[in-house]
């Protein structure tokens, strides 16, 4: 078997295993792989296909996290959509729990530290597990 063959097996592998990790790094190394391939076919000797697929590997992981490092990072709102929300509290329990109906299920809600628990509309502004923080409006 050629070894261009051989690059290309390996790098198509690369790539099924990235889809089913769904990162982004195993398509990058796929890329230093199919390059050894190109290099194979050129006529490049193993030495050099190996050197060729390392530096090409390495260089696209690199340049991929210096892109992401260089992206502004978000605020919670973008990663927490519930934060911000409003929610109507009924009534609070005498555990100081209250259950609203918010996105189609029954969420727990709790006051944040200190607040007093009133019934009426309230701002999320933390969720702790499957617990919505509220503070009054």
């Known amino acids: 078997m050629e070894n261009s063959t051989l690059w290309w097996l390996i790098a198509g592998a690369a790539i ?23 290099a194979a076919h050129m006529g490049a000797g193993l030495i050099v296909q190996l050197l060729v697929a390392s530096v ?34 009924d009534a609070w329990g005498p555990d100081g729990t209250a259950t609203v109906r918010y996105r189609g299920a029954q969420w727990a809600v709790v006051p944040r530290a200190g607040m ?16 919505l923080v509220v503070v009054k409006i």
Do not use: C
């Not at 769904?22 to 199919?34: C, E, K, N, R």
């Open 16 to 38: 099924v295993l990235e889809l089913l990790s769904g990162t982004v790094y195993l398509l990058l190394v796929a890329t230093g792989f199919a390059a050894a391939a190109l």
């Open 56 to 89: 090409v590997g390495v260089s696209a992981v690199a340049l991929w996290y210096q892109m992401r490092r260089r992206r502004p990072t978000r605020g919670d709102k973008d990663v927490n959509l519930d934060i911000g929300q409003t929610v109507h509290v």
């Open 116 to 131: 007093t628990t009133t019934p009426g509309d309230h701002r999320v502004v933390e969720v702790v597990g499957s617990r």
